[in-house]
């Protein structure tokens, strides 16, 4: 499982501040859900680490990685657009 490079939390938070000026809602939504995805994360990678051999855990937690780089993506997305 690959995760995502360190950098991405904060070059998602730095997109989302640039938002927050042209649509305040949305830089709101986004960052419940930014926060929602890894409050996941953290729940899956403590329960692996109590056991590592928890398949279901390491299931969600990839899936977990996956919507986080989609939601940094969309994010992405949309300040290019100027949205």
Do not use: F
Not at 13 to 34: G, I, K, W
Not at 40 to 49: A, L, S, T
């Amino acid at each position: 499982m690959a995760a995502l490079p360190a950098g991405s939390a904060l070059a998602a938070q730095q997109v989302v501040a640039s938002l927050n000026e042209r649509n305040p809602d949305m830089v709101r939504s986004y960052r419940e859900s930014l926060r929602t995805v890894e409050d996941v994360i953290e729940e899956c990678e403590m329960m692996i680490r109590k056991d590592p051999n928890d398949q279901l855990a390491r299931e969600y937690l990839n899936g977990a990685y996956r919507q986080k780089a989609e939601l940094i993506s969309a994010i992405a997305e949309r300040s290019t657009l100027g949205e």
